[in-house]
């Protein structure tokens, strides 16, 4: 009898131990992080931990935690082992379109046959960058639940009125920035530009700048690390001013002096971005994105992207040079919309 | 021996001497190579025209003084561009049409060496493996490679640049040029078989020495070169600021294809 008690007794807290150790474990980075031995990025000759390389964000995990998976912060190692076999599936056969962004975890999430992109497709599944699946269930990290924090009103109208302009395109402005090839903004995160093909970087490093590098229309965020003052509030720049210091392990770039004419998610002059570099693992750098902008977002928010170290090189992406054509069809495709309607409207008279 | 000593007082002195000046001199980063960072600009006219030029009236009327074209005594070695005959005609003809045919007009990327020279400054990050080169003009930007380079996959606008140390000099070998680019508002030009070596020395801590070797069988006769002094930009709050002329070229380019607005 004693004999059965002590047995369930063991029982019982073993099994307590196990409910601790689970929920211990719901983060599998912190189930990783205690697993290995604590790692120390290797340092520049200067003693600055060394960020340098060629990276590229290829995760799969979409920016916004999607409504199948609303509450959950993290998938289990069989949910994504099962959604990896979807994904190659849907994407290594060859009958899919080309998934930028979030559309290929969504599309793996959903298990369709195959993913008909359904705006205009960029060519097939097969020119994909390999996409990672881990087990995070979105970007975004603050809010806890997943989700973009809603726009204000002000941020609302704002967007209407720019979906009326980038219809009508009534001029060159009216294209977005990127289609311009102006810039592709900062930061990269979100849309079809914060994954994928369209987000290698190289970090560029010594004692007195951080340079993060976009291949995508070259751009080059020379990031001072010297403590100097942000440039003066009337000089406004597409891709904002950015200042760099060291916090510990982690380096911190705070960019103001965005313009009127950026545009991230909306968001412009207003915005205040901050950025955490860190190497938590020799081909990972954890890249933290906190946006404030109080004329845009309800409330402040943050993701975190994981870049990878790839030893592909970086080449030249030439974008205004090759986009006479594009930007002239678009607008005599307006031109011509526009009279047609004309032609209708008198057609009714 | 009072004299010995003091013979070799004075030789140390000097060496010590020399050594500080030679510190002052010829910065150096943590890996002993010659330090080139910082912002630099070149201070010519070598972007209106390489060669020797007397000032002369530029090709819009309406902007006179602002647009005229200052002379200069030019960057060519002997002043002479090599070439061959009908290259000649095609840069006569480029100097006639230059108000609509030079790339710079429509902000594309302007190749080397021009983005050197340019009236706009470009600042060096430098690191061991690679080295920056970012140009305010529309945001150019090259890697030159000190290490492991890899092969240049197709022609480009900044070509691919492979730099070594040769003594204090960065000698950077510049290949894989597309035909698109000019070297100046005068139309001197050059084919895709351009191959350019460049040599970047420092001349104290505040200026470099520019070399360039031109070299394009399909386009000059021999090799020739341009050499300039460039300088670096002191201001204490020195930095690269955007000029991204994407947006200022669009009228010109795209202005035909605006909506019209009934008057």
Known sequence: MGHRFLVMFTVAIVATLAAVSAAAQSSPQARKTRASKPWTPPLTPDGQPDLQGVWLSNRATPLERPKALEGRQYLTDAEVAELKKRADRIFKGGNSDFAAGDNAFLAALANVE???????????????????????????IDPPDGKIPPLTPEARRKQAAAEVRQRLLAGPEDVNNALRCITFGVPRLGGNFGSGPYSYYRIFQNQHYFVLFSEIIHEARIVPLDGRPHLPRSIRLWNGDSRGRWEGRSLVVDTSNFSPKSDFMGSAENLHLVERFTRVAPDTIEYQITLDDATTWTKPWTAMIRLKETHDAIYEFACHEGNYQIMVGMLAGARAQEAEETKKQRETK | MLIRLLWTSILMGSVLAAAANNQQRHNRTMQ???????????LNTANWDLQEHAARAGLITSLE????????????????????????????????TRLTADPEIKCYLPGVPRATYMPYPFQIVQTSDVILIAYEFAGAARTIYMKNPPESPADSWMGHSVGHWEGPTLVVDVTSFNDQTWFDRAGNFHSDALHVVERYTPLGHDALDYEATIEDPKVFSRPWKISMPLYRRLEKNAQLLEFKCVEFVEELMYGDYRKKVNK
């Open chain 2, 65 to 96: 003084a602002a647009v005229a074209e200052p002379g200069g005594l030019g960057a060519v070695e002997g002043d002479e561009i090599p070439y061959l005959p009908a290259a000649l005609k095609k840069k006569q003809q480029n100097f006639e």
């Open chain 1, 114 to 140: 195959q993913y008909k992109n359904p705006n205009i497709s960029t060519g097939g599944s097969l020119d994909m960058v390999e996409r990672e699946f881990d087990n995070r269930t979105s970007l975004i």
């Open chain 2, 32 to 42: 002993g190579k010659p330090d080139l960072n910082g912002i630099w600009q070149a």
